[in-house]
């Protein structure tokens, strides 16, 4: 059964940092990874979308690798700014087709 | 070309009442995948539609069902509410062709049930 973990489960950095956010999974037979945005009380917005046979995706400031035979994703987010806080959460695509997600990690930057 | 939407947008209901929640999908998608999320947890899947039929799902009891009607619009209906089934719940709409998978999100209905 496919699993998702994200680490941490919350983080807070000083406006202008440089950070990463890290998702696992237990089983490498995935379709894609996505790395998604949420806003209190809001639906999803998808940031990066990674397919199965890439390593990487870039989007602005935001950088997202992808390392299946290990199961590890990062989200590499460069010179944050406050409007980056937000909840981040990664979901794998798994071999039903169907979108397995990680409990999300809480980003708080401070001005 | 529109997006996905939801309504409503958020709703109360009673324990033990019926609720349907609507979703219409990206123009020209044929796939609907239905998802709740509790408070200050990632998305559980319910169940995904294709070409009108069930194509998957989830942990959740039978009282959880679901529509997709000719044009991929899609409702789901929960009987019997529970305390518990207070969520957000978010429709996505993809389009199944080759191994594109990538699904695209309502803005979610929040349902609260007391």
């Known amino acids: 059964k496919q699993e998702v973990t994200q680490i941490p489960a919350a983080l807070s950095v000083p406006e202008g940092e440089n950070l990463v956010l890290n998702c696992s999974f237990t089983?490498?037979?995935?379709?894609?990874l996505q790395w998604f945005r949420q806003d209190p009380g809001k639906g999803l917005t998808s940031l990066l979308l990674?397919?199965?046979s890439q390593r990487e995706q870039t989007s602005g400031r935001l950088n997202a690798s992808l390392d299946k035979s290990s199961g590890r994703s990062t989200l590499y987010i460069a010179a944050s700014q406050p409007g980056d806080s937000a909840t981040y959460l990664c979901a794998v695509t798994d071999s039903n087709y169907q979108l397995i997600w990680g409990a999300g990690t809480k980003l708080i930057i401070k001005p | 070309e529109t997006g996905v939407t939801q309504s409503p947008t958020h709703l109360i209901k009673t324990r033990g009442q019926q609720v349907t929640l609507r979703c219409s999908s990206q123009s020209g998608h044929n796939t609907v995948s239905w998802y709740q999320q509790a408070l200050g947890q990632g998305p559980q899947f319910i169940f995904q539609?294709?070409?009108?039929?069930?194509?998957g799902r989830g942990n959740f009891p039978p009282r959880f069902s679901g529509l997709q009607f000719p044009n991929y619009s899609s409702e789901l209906n929960v009987n019997a509410l529970e305390l518990d089934d207070s969520a957000l719940y978010l429709c996505a709409s993809s389009l199944i062709r080759g191994q594109s998978r990538e699904q695209y999100f309502g803005p979610g209905t929040r349902l609260t049930v007391t």
């Open positions: 539609y294709y070409r009108e039929e069930e194509n």
């Open positions: 990674i397919q199965s």
């Open positions: 089983d490498s037979a995935i379709y894609n």
